[in-house]
């Protein structure tokens, strides 16, 4: 299964987010969508789409995803929320969840910082950074990866370009 994993788009629909989206078997996104033109963007591509909301979402959004997602993909469980943190600096409200869990991979967003890192318990943490225009990141980041037969390979780290040059392709 390939996963297409991105977060805190704020509203930025941005072609360059469905080069990436079109590849993947499932959408993940951890949060601060902002608006829902995004979220219907994606819908028709026709693939299942594995969010929360975020600290800026609407109730409109917070009535679409959860705060906390926890799902199973290829035999792994999989954690998904937006303030979350990362190894050693976890958010306290996530620790306890994070123990009764115990989550092969634990995703969030909100920092507009990438990270793919374990924690001590083998725990993989992603997060994929931003990839709208607003905000105080540097560059426009995802992530997307396979999950075979429980494991997950092939990631990559993907740069959509500099936050602060829009595209000629901005839609917003």
């Known amino acids: 299964m390939r996963v297409f994993l991105i977060s805190d788009n704020h ?13 993947a078997d499932e959408i993940w996104h951890a949060g601060d969508w902002l608006n829902t033109d995004l979220i219907l963007a994606l819908e028709k591509l026709n693939k299942p789409i594995r969010s929360v909301w975020g600290n800026v979402d609407s109730h409109e959004i917070r009535t679409i995803y959860p705060l906390h997602n926890t799902f199973l993909a290829e035999g792994l469980k999989v954690l998904i929320t937006h303030i979350g943190g990362y190894p ?15 989550p092969d991979i634990f995703v969030c967003g909100h920092s507009h910082i990438l990270r793919v890192q374990r924690d001590k318990s083998g725990m993989l943490c992603l997060n994929p950074g931003a990839c709208g225009v607003h905000g105080f990141h540097k ?34």
Do not use: H, S, W
């Open 139 to 172: 560059v426009r980041t995802a992530l997307q990866f396979e999950i075979n037969e429980g494991k997950v390979e092939k990631m990559e780290a993907i740069e959509f370009g500099l936050r602060a040059k829009i595209p000629e392709d901005f839609v917003e």
């Open 88 to 102: 050693g600096k976890f958010n306290p409200k996530i620790k306890p969840m994070l123990a009764e869990e115990k």
């Open 11 to 23: 509203g930025y629909t941005g072609k360059e987010i469905f080069k990436y989206a079109r590849l």
